[in-house]
């Protein structure tokens, strides 16, 4: 079935478009503040004196820390007329910790874009990587989100 | 916290210890600041129902790390977090409780990890399941 609004050439454009790296000096006093919004108490990431003396040897950042970057998005390359946007759901995987003092960079690639009608009229459903690569060239995580236009 | 928990202990079917949440409005804005996303539809009443919302709605991140912790105050301190995937099915309302639940899907060995997979969900009051996914993780033997 055709498209109402994505052309093929608008797909073929849009697949493996990149941001730009989006930088993050990680604090320990952002990790801490970002358990407390989630209301994790978990000493691995709340408690610098304990966590010294565990596994971890200081505070780590909670699994989803890594959206405290802000959106790392790529731009589409072409108008996009549909402003609203929902969050479709999100893959994470865990490479290496998160630790204050590290400098995070954070590229996203697009993966895929489809069209679909729905409840909301035509919604534009976007596939992204987002990778974050610390300061000694390991990738700690990599993030894959579906977000939705519509 | 809670004693260690070991690979060697956990059974496929078994599942998980629940984890309660009871998200308030204040609470979204805490995440909005901790996160940096402002979109109003989380803490902006009028803005939220002239986007044919019921009013504010949890972030999806906010959801994603309620199913981050599921996991994490479960094995912690030596277990290790490999995987977690989520999709937002539904929306969920601050003032409601929240439930995390999951269940053991698979448990074995790759290379020398021990690991497990678990089908992981967050449950409204209503016992509708807003937010399914999966985590792997590693675990300590005994």
């Known amino acids: 079935m055709a498209n109402a609004f994505l052309t093929d050439e608008m797909i ?3 697949i493996g478009k990149q941001s730009s790296p989006v930088r993050l000096n ?8 970002f358990a407390q919004a989630i209301g994790d108490p978990n000493p691995l ?5 304990s966590a010294r003396s565990g596994p971890n040897g200081g505070i780590v950042a909670p699994p989803t820390f890594l959206r405290s970057l802000g959106q790392v998005r790529a731009d589409f390359p072409f108008d996009m007329p549909f402003d609203r946007a929902l969050d479709g759901g999100s893959d994470w ?8 003092g590290d400098n995070i960079t954070a590229t996203a690639t697009i993966l895929d874009i489809t069209e679909r009608e729905g409840r909301l009229g035509t919604m534009i459903f976007t596939k992204t990587i987002v990778e974050y690569e610390n300061q000694l060239g390991q990738i700690v995580a ?6 939705i236009r519509y | 916290m809670e004693t260690q928990i070991y690979w060697s202990d956990l059974e496929e079917g ?8 009871t998200p308030t409005t204040r609470q979204l804005v805490m995440y909005a600041g901790a996160s ?15 986007n044919n919302l019921p009013g504010p709605i949890l972030h999806g991140a906010l959801k994603n790390a309620f199913l981050g912790q ?10 290790t977090l490999r995987k977690l995937s989520c999709q937002y099915r539904g929306m969920d309302v601050p003032g409601d409780t929240i439930k995390g639940k999951g269940v053991i899907t698979k448990k074995y060995i790759s290379g020398e990890s021990h690991l497990i997979d678990c089908d992981i969900w967050l449950e409204n009051p209503n016992g509708e399941k807003t937010t399914p996914g999966t985590a792997t993780f590693e675990l300590p033997i005994k």
């Open chain 2, 14 to 21: 078994q599942e998980l210890p629940t984890l309660e949440k």
């Open chain 1, 12 to 14: 073929k454009d849009t």
């Open chain 1, 93 to 100: 995987e865990y490479f290496f910790h998160v630790r204050p």
């Open chain 1, 26 to 33: 990680v604090e320990a006093g952002a990790i801490i503040k």
């Open chain 1, 45 to 49: 990431w709340n408690d610098e004196a």
């Open chain 1, 142 to 147: 990599t993030q894959t989100n579906t977000s």
């Open chain 2, 70 to 79: 599921l996991i994490t105050e479960w094995i912690s301190p030596l277990g």
């Open chain 2, 36 to 50: 940096g996303d402002y979109y109003e539809i989380h803490y902006d009443k009028d803005y939220a129902i002239n």
